[in-house]
């Protein structure tokens, strides 16, 4: 069997952004890491064919956070399952035993920009498009949280009583 050729997949416009502090990217494994692309993260279950540690330059492995080995077979990147998917990938996500690991992601997304790496050969529908949409949903809630500040009245909201 020959060598495993990969192809570059076409990148979004949206994801064609200037790097930023503070913001979670996509990228193909297989894409030239660049010093834009901060902390990168492996989203992947099992490890990308071909590629070696060193020439992958991610930062940590988070397989824990990859969709289960059931959905992901199930998935197969059949372009009529990705909504399905989509759903029961965020169900999975949402089990508490992932939130620590989301919530740290997250927080580490609004400091430094986070590059989310996948492997799969479509960019728009794949496991780390939906990790991005959770993540980012986390940091919106935390950020609107922040900006209405504690409950006004003082003793706990209870204002008016003696």
Do not use: C
């Amino acid at each position: 069997m020959g060598p495993v050729v990969h192809r570059r997949a076409k990148v979004p416009p949206s994801q064609r952004l200037p790097r930023r502090r503070g913001q979670i990217f996509l990228k193909r494994v297989y894409d030239p890491a660049e010093p834009g692309d901060g902390y990168r993260v492996l989203v992947d279950r099992l490890w990308p064919r071909g590629l070696t540690r060193d020439a992958a330059r991610i930062q940590a492995w988070l397989k824990d956070l990859a969709p289960s080995e059931g959905l992901r077979t199930w998935y197969a990147h059949d372009r009529d399952r990705w909504p399905e998917f989509r759903r029961r990938y965020r169900d999975e996500l949402a089990s508490p035993e992932k939130r620590p690991a989301l919530r740290t992601l997250a927080e580490r997304g609004r400091r430094e920009a986070v590059t989310l790496v996948f492997a799969a050969a479509d960019p728009n529908r794949n496991n780390a498009v939906v990790l991005k949409e959770v993540l980012e949903g986390i940091l919106e809630k935390r950020t609107a949280g922040a900006e209405a500040g504690p409950p006004r009245g003082g003793r706990g909201g209870r204002a008016g009583r003696s």
